[in-house]
């Protein structure tokens, strides 16, 4: 069973960093592409980045572009977020989400919740 | 980017009934598309994906269909349980975009 777990969620200032990871098993984590999502408090999805199986390739949407950056462990199935400058329309809950092997098929985390305010 | 717009934006309905739901995309991406289903405090569940595939374990009142540009959900009898909001999402192309919602309530 594909599980996904992220963890380094909190609450920040504006202009500080903070870095999510997003613990995967269940499936063999080398060969995937892996998403970061967001959902800001009572709002729609927004897909923040993704990263293709083996890390060459990243992608970002451009209200993230320059200030956050996707990486990947997969030594330790791990999947992360480095997020900088923050500011506070990034206050959101970040799903780490699975691209499965068809078109449109994802599987998701839980989320962690990052709160940007001073 | 690829703009994905849905209609309606909500919608209210009785156990029982048909419902439809429909994604546009702005320009054409295949089958390329999933819809998801997201209840209040949950992570989104895969209903469809490739447009028109059930995902496994999926009640077969769902149904999704289209190719192109424009994409339908369809629950053939709403549930008690199928009262939550519907997102599509489309992954022909980076950045990945989704539409952006249809809440489906009780009348």
């Known amino acids: 069973e594909v599980q996904l777990l992220e963890s380094g969620g909190g609450l920040v200032q504006p202009g500080a960093s903070l870095r999510l990871s997003c613990a995967a098993s269940?499936?063999?984590?080398?060969?995937?592409?892996m998403n970061w999502v967001r959902q800001a408090p009572g709002k729609g999805l927004e897909w923040v980045s993704a990263?293709?199986?083996?890390?060459?390739?990243?992608y970002y949407a451009d209200s993230v572009k320059g200030r956050f950056t996707i990486s990947r462990d997969d030594s330790r199935n791990t999947l992360y977020l480095q997020m900088n400058s923050l500011r506070a329309e990034d206050t959101a809950l970040y799903y780490c989400?699975?691209?499965?092997?068809?078109?449109?098929?994802?599987?998701w985390g839980q989320g962690t919740l990052v709160t940007v305010s001073s | 980017a690829i703009q994905m717009t849905q209609s309606p934006s909500s919608l209210s309905a009785s156990v029982g009934d048909r419902v439809s739901i429909t994604c546009r995309a702005s320009q054409a991406i295949r089958n390329h598309l999933g819809w998801y289903q997201q209840k209040p405090g949950r992570a989104p569940k895969l209903l469809i994906f490739?447009?028109?595939s059930l995902q496994s374990g999926v009640p077969s009142r769902f149904s999704g269909s289209g190719s192109g540009t424009d994409f339908t959900l369809t629950i053939s009898s709403l549930q008690p349980e199928d009262f939550a909001t519907y997102y599509c999402?489309?992954?022909?192309?980076?950045?990945?975009?989704f539409g952006p919602g249809t809440k489906v309530d009780i009348k």
């Open positions: 999402l489309q992954d022909h192309d980076y950045p990945l975009t």
């Open positions: 990263i293709s199986g083996g890390g060459l390739s990243t």
């Open positions: 490739a447009a028109s």
């Open positions: 269940g499936f063999t984590f080398t060969n995937i592409a």
């Open positions: 989400a699975r691209r499965g092997w068809s078109y449109g098929d994802y599987s």
